[in-house]
């Protein structure tokens, strides 16, 4: 998601509080947000691959590795 939707999602917000939203605006906000989660969840799951846990043994494990690289969180 780039600066522009964000911008726009933003925008859209201070309307629906100010004046409200044509049909036509719910429905892009709404699919806008639905991008905005989807990219939140694919860089939080990208984070949470790419943590490395130290055992007490010392051996290093990553916990992607571990737990299979899942691509989306439910």
Do not use: F, H
């Amino acid at each position: 998601m780039n600066q522009e939707q964000i911008d726009r999602i933003n925008a859209l917000y201070r309307k629906s509080k100010a004046e409200g939203l044509t049909e036509e605006e719910k429905k892009e906000q709404a699919l806008l947000r639905k991008q905005y989660v989807a990219d939140v969840k694919k860089n939080l799951t990208a984070q949470l691959n790419n943590i490395d846990m130290v055992n007490p043994d010392g051996s290093v494990e990553n916990l992607g590795d571990k737990y299979g690289k899942k691509t989306g969180l439910s």
